[in-house]
T-cell receptor
Framework: QQQVKQSPQSLIVQKGGISIINCAYENTAFDYFPWYQQFPGKGPALLIA?????SEKKEGRFTISFNKSAKQFSLHIMDSQPGDSATYFCAASKGGSNSGYALNFGKGTSLLVTP | NAGVTQTPKFQVLKTGQSMTLQCAQDMNHNSMYWYRQDPGMGLRLIYYSASEGTTDKGEVPNGYNVSRLNKREFSLRLESAAPSQTSVYFC????????FGSGTRLTVV
């Protein structure tokens, strides 16, 4: 059973536009929500992450918006660039450092930013 | 460079053959994980090890075994490979955040 649902499956955005990817989760015990970026032939790399005590986190052009009551979170990429073309995964886990709690991933969104 | 190292990077197996995928991390992390990635499926957890000496099943453990050899190393074994195990396998470790290896691309024919 998929614990994290991600949409859309693919996304095409023009250079300079805003890319938006959405995720929803079921398990209210989740308290760590990261986004990963993956380029072909590479492993996922952490892009940005949020905990449910805040509703928004911004790092450069990347912003996570978090809605605890709706159990939804989203990634916004402002001023999208061709170099942002990659697959993006949302994930969720029960947090705590050095715990065994694993990440539960969405199915991924393939983003293409056109020149 | 600190990180997670996986070997081999590529492997082709015949149905029924066995092999072990190796993973090592040098960040002194307690928790380690094995995921498989299939097109359109995201990453699915196979097994994890919360600490040295412990292992637990994840979402898709059938057909796999693991060994947490020491704090650094966590191996994944396929005893009798099947075409359904054709996938890209990622090892990860967790400290403050999760760090992934570069993956092993396995094809079973």
């Amino acid at each position: 059973q998929q614990q994290v649902k991600q949409s859309p499956q693919s996304l095409i955005v023009q250079k300079g536009g805003i890319s938006i990817i959405n995720c929803a989760y079921e398990n209210t015990a989740f308290d760590y929500f990261p986004w990963y970026q993956q380029f072909p032939g590479k492993g996922p790399a952490l892009l940005i992450a949020i905990r449910p005590d805040v509703s928004e986190k911004k790092e450069g052009r990347f912003t996570i918006s978090f809605n605890k009551s709706a159990k939804q979170f989203s990634l916004h990429i402002m001023d999208s660039q061709p170099g942002d073309s990659a697959t993006y995964f949302c994930a969720a886990s029960k947090g705590g450092s050095n715990s065994g709690y694993a990440l539960n991933f969405g199915k991924g969104t393939s983003l293409l930013v056109t020149p | 460079n600190a990180g997670v190292t996986q070997t081999p990077k590529f492997q082709v197996l015949k149905t029924g053959q066995s092999m072990t995928l190796q993973c090592a991390q040098d960040m002194n992390h307690n928790s380690m994980y094995w995921y498989r990635q299939d097109p359109g499926m995201g990453l699915r957890l196979i097994y994890y090890s919360a600490s040295e000496g412990t292992t637990d099943k994840g979402e898709v453990p059938n057909g796999y075994n693991v060994s947490r050899l020491n704090k650094r190393e966590f191996s994944l074994r396929l005893e009798s490979a099947a075409p359904s195990q054709t996938s890209v396998y990622f090892c990860a470790s967790k400290g403050y955040g999760y760090t992934f290896g570069s993956g092993t691309r396995l094809t079973v024919v």
